[in-house]
């Protein structure tokens, strides 16, 4: 029970993947499989910046007084991994906007039946 | 929405607010927290409220959209000729020690003006995205 | 100056093309520009393969920070390979893009195309040339954010949908990759490919590490296209413009590959990979992928369909070689990944010429043109060849090689198996020519208006042809490097 509590953030990060990565493979609706595919991206953001806490630290702002901050360097890589994140939900988004736009729907199983090629 | 008096008197007196706080974001950034990132999406709030309260359409003429694609390459040129100019003062790329006399003020100037650059691609970017999203699928007049 | 950032301009030149040529008016100054760019990079990369063919360590410290802690371009043979043939597909493609582009991409989209294209360039070269693990993060979501734009440009409707398909893969693929990263760097504490080497043998018994190592492979199969996670690659070669089509089949998987080479070898280590099931695996995807999918392309009725899952297929020779983590194998590797993006580059511009004529891919439309465009024909016949690993071509060289690791290992279904692949390459290709010259044109397309195709295509794609040829007789240069290369990725064995 202590092994769970203690590292409740990787306990946190696998349930919100979880829940993001069955999303995105379980739903037919294009603009749910990109909500999933957030959440899923999100869990990871989260996995970085609970590493990055340092027992005790503070702030990392070089101030007097203080000799332990916590590691900045996950935040400063996941500012990174965020941009990413939302250029693809940008692009995923609106290649749903004109896929929409020519099949006249969002749903998987429609477009598959409007193209047995794909 | 812009016939309701009181979203457009408490817009027009936020929006102000929102660039001065934006801009304070960027240039605060090397002694606190900020930098370009946050401050270009805070920026890009501003326009993105002036479009909810008076429609698109005016958003637009206050910043067209051949504009935001100028801002967002000049960002990012800025911040590759930056490393281009460390190159040629005898520096490796983005190594900002040697953009000014000394090594700190080098590092200080190296990264304002980097930040300028992310800070006004980031805007610019946001503001793309946004006005792709908002006109699409519906008339001119809707969006007005 | 040039000789100590060359390894550094390699990816600067083409990012800062990229947003100067996005606000460029249409016309033609975007693709004058992008093609030059494109040549000034081939011949940085040439002069970067000089250097390194040696055996010599190219490293570069961005922003003068030294490693560990800043950013670090580390080269040796084997960048410089792939970087090589990453910028020398693009040399020869940008020539080619001007007609083709024209053709099937509206007028007022072509800056933007152009500035995608060479985005897409940028993440490309930065993955081969960088040493950092999270900088090739990055770089790999730069390549794969622009081809995913890219791929959606395509003329028929299903290039949405199928470059759709292939961001939710390659999405997840990236962060499977990220959370690998994530582990190492909790573990390690560094983020430096040649740093994580050093302090990685210490931890290999931890759980975490092994936890990362199967993110980062899982996340790159999606990329690279290993079967059987290479449901997105059909659709979206054969659905993209003919031009994104052979850049993307002949960079995109090969630079996918050399990062596993990278992580598995450079990284973690081959002692690692002897105690988990790794190579293994590979051995049973890769045999069974290279069966499947040469199966499947038999049976396509499309031609850059057809071409896509001998793609798959052939992705699988590239892991075998890896599979058997001998130095004959990962030669094969190295080799049979410049070989193929030579061949699968000629085939698809070749393709993409016919599109230019007729305006689709489909066999039943192309059938019989081979007789009014011979000189297109005879590259894809050459090209085919090569595919097949005929004697006197790039191809053969590499299954050569692959056979001959084989041999070693005593992996006597494994030869059985590649003979096999080959033989169904046969059957493929021999159906592409089979339509194409002795089958009757259809009316359809009018076939007495189709001319051969113009000289601005043919002369890039024949410049590819000869590049086969070439490097069928002449393999100081790919075989060469390669042997360098792994002397520096298997150091215990020689």
């Not at chain 2, 080098?106 to 691609?121: F, K, N, P």
């Not at chain 3, 052979?246 to 450079?266: C, D, E, G, P, W």
């Not at chain 3, 192309?366 to 016949?381: C, D, R």
């Not at chain 3, 000869?466 to 215990?492: D, H, M, R, S």
Request: glycine share 8%; aromatic share 12%.
């Amino acid at each position: 029970m202590k092994y769970i509590v203690e590292h409740y953030n990787y306990w946190l990060v696998i349930i919100i993947m979880m829940a993001g990565f069955y999303t995105v493979i379980s739903r037919g609706n294009l603009i749910k499989k990109i909500a999933g595919l957030n959440i899923f991206q999100v869990s990871v953001f989260l996995l970085y910046i609970s590493i990055g806490n340092v027992k005790d630290g503070a702030t990392p702002i070089i101030e007097e007084g203080i000799t332990l901050y916590s590691n900045p360097l996950p935040h400063v890589l996941i500012l990174t991994a965020i941009v990413v994140g939302v250029a693809t939900t940008a692009l995923g988004l609106a290649l749903v906007v004109r896929i929409k736009e020519t099949y006249g729907t969002i749903e998987e199983d429609d477009i598959h039946n409007q193209d047995q090629s794909l | 929405m812009k016939h309701n008096l009181i979203l457009r008197v408490v817009s027009k007196f936020l929006i102000p607010l929102i660039f001065l706080f934006a801009l304070y974001v960027q240039f605060h950034g090397d002694f606190g927290p900020g930098g370009g990132f946050q401050a270009g999406i805070i920026f890009s709030t501003g326009i993105i409220l002036y479009a909810l309260v008076f429609g698109v359409a005016s958003a637009k003429k206050v910043i067209p959209p051949y504009i935001l694609r100028a801002l967002a390459s000049l960002g990012v040129l800025i911040y590759a000729a930056t490393g281009v100019a460390s190159l040629l003062l005898g520096g490796n790329y983005l190594e900002y020690g040697v953009l000014a006399s000394t090594q700190v003020a080098g590092q200080h100037l190296g990264i304002l003006v980097i930040e300028l650059g992310v800070g006004i691609t980031v805007m610019a970017v946001m503001l793309i995205i946004f006005f792709a999203f908002a006109e699409r699928g519906r008339s001119e007049e809707e969006c007005e | 100056m040039i000789e100590s950032h060359l390894s550094l301009l390699i990816v600067v030149l083409p990012l800062l093309t990229a947003p100067i040529v996005a606000i460029l008016p249409n016309g033609r100054a975007p693709w004058l520009i992008s093609t030059l760019v494109s040549w000034s990079v081939f011949t940085l990369a040439c002069m970067q393969l000089a250097n390194v063919s040696t055996g010599n360590i190219i490293s570069y410290e961005l922003g003068g920070w030294a490693p560990p802690w800043g950013i670090e371009y580390r080269i040796d043979a084997a960048n410089a390979l792939v970087a090589l043939i990453v910028s020398g597909i693009a040399a020869v493609i940008f020539p080619y893009a001007l007609k083709s582009v024209e053709k099937e991409i509206p007028e007022q989209q072509h800056s933007l195309f152009y500035a995608a294209f060479m985005l897409c360039l940028t993440g490309l070269l930065g993955i081969t040339q960088t040493g950092d693990i999270f900088n090739l993060f990055v770089f790999l979501e730069i390549s794969s954010l622009s081809s995913y734009a890219l791929i959606s440009l395509g003329q028929q409707r299903q290039a949405l949908t199928a470059s759709y398909q292939y961001l939710i893969m390659g999405s997840i693929g990236a962060t499977f990759f990220l959370i690998g990263v994530g582990l190492l760097y909790a573990m390690t504490g560094t983020l430096n490919m040649m740093d994580l080497a050093q302090r990685l043998p210490e931890l290999y018994e931890h759980r975490t590490i092994h936890t990362a190592f199967a993110f980062i492979m899982v996340g790159f199969a999606l990329k690279l296209a290993l079967f059987p996670l290479h449901l997105w690659l059909p659709n979206a070669y054969t659905y993209a413009p003919s031009v994104v089509t052979a850049f993307l089949s002949a960079t995109a998987t090969k630079v996918a590959v050399y990062v596993m080479l990278r992580v598995i070898f450079s990284v973690f280590g081959f002692s690692f990979i002897e105690n988990t099931p790794t190579d293994e695996l590979f051995l049973i995807l890769c045999v069974v992928g290279i069966l499947m999918m040469s199966f499947y392309a038999v049976y396509q009725q499309d031609s850059k369909r057809l071409l896509s899952y001998s793609s798959v297929a052939q992705v699988g020779y590239m892991m075998l070689g890896i599979g058997f983590g001998s130095v004959l194998g990962l030669t094969a590797t190295l080799v049979h990944l410049f070989n193929h993006a030579l061949m699968k580059g000629a085939l698809f511009m070749a393709i993409g010429a016919l599109v230019y004529r007729v305006g689709s891919s489909r066999l039943e439309h192309l059938s019989g043109l081979g007789k009014h465009m011979p000189w297109t024909f005879a590259a894809i016949v050459i090209g085919g060849l090569s595919l097949i690993g005929v004697p006197g071509t790039a191809g053969f060289i590499s299954k050569w090689y692959l056979v001959l690791a084989a041999i070693e290992k005593q992996y006597w279904l494994i030869v059985v198996v590649i003979l096999l692949g080959s033989l169904l390459a046969v059957i493929y290709v021999w159906k592409l020519i089979e339509t194409l010259y002795f089958k009757s044109e259809n009316d359809s397309i009018q076939p007495e208006t189709i001319k051969e195709a113009p000289l601005m295509l043919l002369i890039p794609t024949w410049v590819l042809v000869f590049a086969n040829v070439y490097f069928g007789f002449n393999t100081e240069l790919t075989v060469g490097t390669a042997e360098q290369a792994i002397k520096l990725l298997l150091p215990g064995v020689n």
